[in-house]
């Protein structure tokens, strides 16, 4: 069950990562280190509903320029907001962007949609989860048989 987004940290990418830890990889070193992106900042909104970060990346993947963006996160670490193809030159057009972005988002709404795919997602698992077994104790009941 996931927690609401609260300050972890008062480095961007310890909190990010803190923040974001088993609900995406999106900040993890590893992933990080791939995009040659770095963590500007990162801050939970709304009550902790949301989790914002802006970073610096690589526009190419040798690394000849760089640029700013904002990604948006729900509770559960889905990406609510992000613009792969919109570069900021500057950090403070990012941050600006993302304030934008997320004075328009309703941040109670999109957490009750995501506890209902939740809901709806973890129901289908657990049906999976019954047929396995029950496909398992079959397969047992006819090695024991034999």
Same mark, same amino acid.
């Given at each position: 069950?996931?927690?609401?987004?609260?300050?972890?940290?008062?480095?961007?990418?310890?909190?990010?990562?803190?923040?974001?830890?088993?609900?995406?990889?999106?900040?993890?070193?590893?992933?990080?280190?791939?995009?040659?992106?770095?963590?500007?900042? /990162?801050?939970?909104?709304?009550?902790?509903?949301?989790? +914002?970060?802006?970073?610096? %990346? $690589?526009? !190419?993947?040798?690394?000849?320029?760089?640029?700013?963006?904002?990604?948006?996160?729900?509770?559960?670490?889905?990406?609510?907001?992000?613009?792969?193809?919109?570069?900021?030159?500057? /950090?403070?057009?990012?941050?600006?962007?993302?304030?934008? +972005?997320?004075?328009?988002? %309703? $941040?109670? !709404?999109?957490?009750?949609?995501?506890?209902?795919?939740?809901?709806?997602?973890?129901?289908?698992?657990?049906?999976?989860?019954?047929?396995?077994?029950?496909?398992?104790?079959?397969?047992?009941?006819?090695?024991?048989?034999?």
């Amino acid at each position: 069950m996931p927690n609401l987004y609260r300050n972890e940290a008062s480095d961007p990418k310890s909190n990010a990562q803190r923040n974001l830890c088993g609900r995406t990889h999106y900040v993890d070193d590893d992933t990080l280190r791939y995009h040659k992106s770095r963590v500007i900042s /990162s801050r939970h909104t709304d009550g902790g509903l949301l989790f +914002a970060v802006v970073t610096s %990346d $690589a526009k !190419d993947y040798e690394n000849r320029s760089r640029g700013f963006r904002f990604v948006i996160f729900d509770v559960f670490g889905n990406v609510v907001q992000r613009d792969t193809d919109q570069w900021f030159r500057k /950090s403070e057009q990012a941050t600006k962007a993302m304030w934008e +972005a997320l004075n328009a988002l %309703d $941040a109670a !709404d999109l957490t009750h949609k995501a506890i209902e795919r939740a809901i709806v997602q973890h129901a289908s698992e657990m049906e999976r989860l019954e047929r396995d077994i029950e496909r398992l104790a079959t397969q047992d009941k006819t090695r024991t048989a034999a």
